[in-house]
């Protein structure tokens, strides 16, 4: 069966690093795309990143393009989201969640999602 | 504030039909598909509907899915206790090369 487990969460100070990861197995990771997308506390979801299935396309929200990069590695079937100069606004759980195309675009959708690892930046 | 618009929350009573809304612009609801997901509390999300009115397998003809012009609308028949949970509403949206974008989510709640 699909599994996807999320890991590297914690807590971590303000302008640190920090890098998620999230295994994949029970299918061909190297034929979907995967995203990464994030809930606040008591918050509504939050589209993060996306990876195509090669790892050649990628794309991030606004909130944190040029702060996050998302790759994988399909020999070790891992997505990894390295997130660097953490805020406070980045406190939330990460989930992983697989796209049911090799890209992502107009017809995607999450059709399995990891149960996430929760992110805190406090001082 | 989302792009995609969902009222914060709706209720009902068991056996009730309760519908939720979903409203976006062309970007997005207006030329991409629209997909639900369910996220009971505490738990992580799930997929509910996917191309504005399909259902994955195992999940209840009492929910269904339409879409008209920029809106979308996830409706739930004969309304369960274990039904309440938050739902939100996803499209892909083709500004700034291509994201997903999800509503702000729904909170119902069943009486």
């Known amino acids: 069966q699909v599994q996807l487990v999320e890991s590297g969460g914690g807590v971590v100070q303000p302008g640190r690093s920090l890098t998620l990861s999230c295994a994949a197995s029970?299918?061909?990771?190297?034929?979907?795309?995967m995203h990464w997308v994030r809930q606040a506390p008591g918050k509504g979801l939050e589209w993060v990143a996306v990876i195509s299935y090669d790892g050649s396309n990628k794309n991030y929200a606004d909130s944190v393009k040029g702060r996050f990069t998302i790759s994988r590695d399909n020999s070790k079937n891992t997505l990894y989201l390295q997130m660097s100069s953490l805020r406070a606004e980045d406190t939330a759980i990460y989930y992983c969640?697989?796209?049911?195309?090799?890209?992502?675009?107009?017809?995607?959708?999450?059709?399995?999602w990891g149960h996430g690892t929760l992110v805190t930046v406090s001082s | 504030q989302s792009v995609v618009t969902q009222p914060p929350s709706a209720s009902g009573t068991p056996g009730q039909r309760v519908t939720i809304s979903c409203s976006g612009n062309s970007s997005n609801i207006g030329s991409n598909t629209v997909n639900w997901y369910r996220q009971l509390p505490g738990t992580a999300p799930q997929l509910l509907i996917y191309s504005d009115s399909q259902r994955p397998s195992g999940v209840p003809d009492r929910f269904s899915g339409s879409k008209s012009g920029t809106s979308a609308s996830l409706a739930i028949s004969g309304l369960q206790s274990e039904d309440e949970a938050d739902y939100y509403c996803a499209a892909w949206d083709d500004s700034l090369n291509g994201r997903v974008v999800f509503g702000g989510g729904t909170k119902l709640t069943v009486l």
């Open positions: 969640a697989r796209d049911v195309f090799l890209f992502s675009g107009r017809y995607s959708y999450f059709d399995y």
């Open positions: 029970g299918f061909t990771f190297r034929s979907y795309a």
